[in-house]
């Protein structure tokens, strides 16, 4: 059996949770004999063709809906976690669940892949103010990695920061998928039906924001850029939920921005979510916090170009102009691009097409990759054990 080992899934949502969810779905579909293993989550369905196995959890103060994981006290699901047998482990995180993959590596005698999908120092700086407690926090991340028997990232421009958190072994390049690839011919259908029923005139620029609502994403960013264009005609569509979303929406009020930005809260429903990416003309995302963020790549699925910080580290999929845009991470100067694409529909048009065809792979194609690749694994291990 294949585990996909991660500290959160759906309902709770996020990009780590999705691409777990993703890899189950489709190792299952591939035939994979496939099970997750994730704390429990209020609202949790249990009806996936795959076994969940669930471990009692405590709600994270001030980051709903995130749950720290309590496996040791549970004793349901260590009674049948004992009985499983494993055959690969892969962890998509370094905490509580990644501890319980190396733990049962070891005992079972089997290799555990580990992805490093995020900035974790930004998340501790924001909840500790203290370096020291941080480096102890970083210092935990690279041993897990350290013990892990192969370290993949989802683009290349993630190494730096592993590196920097003081990594020093082999990784390797595994890329996300998405799961919105939609033909052409589909992608306009759905656009033209979706503005109509959001009442968006032919001359209004629809932009969109989906990511958690914290202001490590940038949103301030976004929203002072959008005041100093307030006068064009365009809405900002946001989804997502965060302990910062109330702040926003103070901002939107105090700015007289209600007309504008529409704050949408979470969307759980991926098909209306498709819907919303099909409409935008433009994916906002000034993220310097993100590592490679799925969301950029469900836009370019449904032709909508992102608009990025030049030499973030998310945006090194984008080429300017082509399959995305990049500006300086200013917010004047990323107003002034807004302004000028909103006055080029043509433009934004073909290079949401260019991002279709360049970023936006399948999660079937993905998947076919990793099977090949956790076969590769499980032979160069017993070879070596």
């Known amino acids: 059996m294949i585990g996909i080992f991660n500290d959160n899934f759906p309902p709770v949502l996020d990009g780590v949770a999705l691409t777990a969810k993703n890899y189950a779905d489709w190792l299952y579909r591939k035939q994979q004999n496939v099970c997750v293993v994730t704390p429990y989550a209020p609202g949790m369905v249990k009806n996936t063709p795959y076994p969940i196995y669930n471990y009692a959890s405590l709600p994270i ?9 309590l496996p040791q006290i549970d004793l349901s699901f260590q009674n049948k976690y004992s009985q499983l047998q494993f055959e690969l482990i892969h962890a998509h995180c370094p905490f509580t669940t990644g501890t319980l993959a190396l733990k049962t590596g070891k005992e079972q005698n089997i290799p555990v892949v580990a992805t490093f999908h995020s900035k974790y120092r930004k998340d501790f700086e924001r909840a500790v103010n203290n370096k020291y407690i941080i480096n102890q926090a970083i210092h935990r991340i690279v041993n897990f990695y350290e013990q892990a028997y192969e370290v993949w990232i989802p683009q290349a421009s993630v190494e730096p920061t592993l590196r920097e958190y003081g990594f020093k072994g082999h990784v390797e390049v595994v890329e996300n998928g998405n799961d919105f690839v939609t033909p052409d011919p589909l992608v306009e259908k759905i656009r033209y039906s979706m503005r109509h029923e959001l009442g968006l005139n032919a001359d209004q620029t629809m932009m969109l924001f989906v990511g958690q609502h914290i202001w490590e994403k940038n949103i301030k960013f976004i929203l002072e850029a959008l005041k100093l264009i307030r006068h064009l005609p365009f809405r900002l569509y946001m989804i997502g939920t965060g302990y910062a979303a109330g702040e926003i929406q103070h901002i939107i009020q105090k700015e007289k921005l209600e007309q504008k930005v529409i704050m949408l809260g979470m969307i759980n429903n991926r098909e209306t979510l498709r819907r919303y990416y099909a409409a935008a003309d433009l994916f906002l995302f000034p993220s310097l916090y993100d590592n490679a963020p799925l969301v950029v790549r469900e836009a370019a ?8 910080i030049q030499g973030s580290t998310a945006s090194e999929i984008i080429r300017d102009n082509y399959n995305g845009f990049l500006t300086p991470n200013d917010v004047q ?4 691009a807004l302004r000028s694409l909103m006055e080029n529909p043509h433009l934004r048009r073909d290079v949401g097409v260019n991002a279709s065809k360049t970023i936006a792979r399948s999660w079937e194609d993905v998947v076919n990759e990793v099977i090949g690749r956790y076969e590769d694994i499980k032979k160069r291990y017993r070879q070596t054990h």
């Open 61 to 69: 103060p001030k980051r709903p809906p995130y749950r720290y994981g």
């Open 301 to 308: 699925a449904l032709h909508t170009p992102s608009v990025m």
């Open 333 to 336: 100067l990323y107003a002034d």
